[in-house]
Structures are given as C-alpha cells and as structure tokens.
C-alpha cells in the first residue's frame, strides 16, 4: 500500500524568503505522480503542483518547485520569495494507478510579515 | 471554483441519525471520488465512483455507502451516525477513472458535525 509522510506539522517563514516543506513516500508502482495540494483558511483544496514519476526534471510553476528524488522516495515542495497569500495546510499526496491520491497529514505553513 | 459542488455546506445532526451528502462533478468528468478529512485522520480516501460504477474503495466504514447516478452526480450515505463521524466530507472529479495522471478537482466540501 502507498503511504505519504510529512515529517513537519508546522513550518514557518518571513515573507519574501524561501522555505521547503519535506514529504517522502512509498509505493510498489512503478507509474505514478506525485502531488502538493494547498488548503487554505477557506478548506478549499487547490493544487499547486504535481511532478510525474517516469520524469527526471522537476516540476516548476512560477514560485513553487519541487525536489523530486525518487530513489530516494523523496518530494519536497520549495515556495520562493514567500507571500502572506501562502500562509496555508499544505498536503503532498500520491496518486497511483488507482486513480484515488493518498494524502500526508499535512504541514501547516505561517507567513510573518 | 472548481466547477465541483457540494450540498449542503453544513450538516449538523445527531447520534444515531442518517444524512446524504451530495456532489456533482465538473462537467464531462466521469470519475467521483468522496475524501473525509478529520483532525485525527487527516485526509482520507473513502470510495471512488465511475460513469455509475463502483471503481475503488478506500477506508470507508460499512454504515457509509454511496452511488452514482446516470447524471453522473454522487451522493455519499453515512448512517448510525457517531460523534467520531464529525468532519469535513470532500468530492473530487476527474475526467478519468484509473489514470495516475489524475488531476482532481475538490469541492468545497460539506462539514457534519455530529452531537
């Protein structure tokens, strides 16, 4: 079965500056993709990013990239130059040939101005 | 907004009761997926719907069911219900069913709240 860990429950950082929230994973298949949705005060869940397994780059969406290592098992998501707007739950998930995403417990993220 | 919907926003009911929870996807999505997200739990795959049939089941108790109709949308049953049952009750859709490439959209999700 597939798990999803974030090792982090909260993480906080200075608006303007960089900060890496830390997920790892386990799966037996071998195709699938990873995913970092954000939760914000609203409960709405929105994606942010998702990387393909079977693809060595990293995924990039204008400030947030990701650090796809995956003999490692490892994907962590960077938010660069940090605005108040990200303060949010942040949940890296699996989503594997079920079609169904296994979440992470989630790292809530706090942006001081 | 996702183009996902979810009646109603909030739910308060009692020990014992049985409520329906209702989600309709994206338009052209064919694949329901219905997530409970609690404080304990955290975020949690229940049940996973395809153009009507039952696709993929996750940790969903047996006083849950659900079903989705010819118009595609869902509608999740919880029943004998109990305090632990309270959380925030999620539906996503996709285009397809069983597809690691499987961008979800999520509702807004309904909150139960069970006293």
């Known amino acids: 079965a597939q798990t999803v860990t974030q090792s982090q429950p909260e993480m906080s950082v200075q608006e303007a500056e960089t900060v890496t929230l830390s997920c790892t994973y386990d799966?037996?298949?071998?195709?699938?993709?990873l995913f970092w949705y954000k939760q914000p005060p609203s409960r709405q869940m929105i994606l942010v990013i998702r990387?393909?397994?079977?693809?060595?780059q990293n995924a990039t969406e204008n400030r947030f990239s990701v650090n796809f290592q995956k003999a490692a098992k490892s994907f962590s998501l960077k938010i660069s130059d940090s605005q108040l707007g990200d303060a949010a739950m942040y949940f890296c998930a699996h989503g594997g040939s079920q079609g169904n995403l296994i979440f992470g417990k989630g790292t809530k993220l706090s942006v001081k101005p | 907004d996702s183009g996902v919907t979810q009646t109603p926003k909030h739910l308060i009911t009692a020990t014992g009761q049985r409520v329906t929870l209702r989600c309709s996807p994206r338009?052209?999505?064919?694949?329901v997926y219905w997530y409970q997200q609690s404080l304990d739990q955290g975020l949690q795959f229940l049940i996973q719907y395809y153009n009507g049939e039952e696709r993929a089941k996750g940790n969903i108790l047996e006083r849950f069911s659900a079903q989705q109709f010819p118009d595609l949308h869902s509608e999740l049953n919880l029943s004998s219900l109990e305090l632990g049952d309270s959380a925030l009750y999620f539906c996503a859709s996709s285009r397809v069913g069983s597809d690691p490439y499987n961008e979800q959209f999520f509702g807004p999700g309904t909150r139960l709240t069970v006293l």
């Open positions: 799966t037996s298949e071998s195709d699938y993709y």
């Open positions: 338009s052209g999505d064919l694949s």
């Open positions: 990387q393909e397994a079977y693809k060595q």
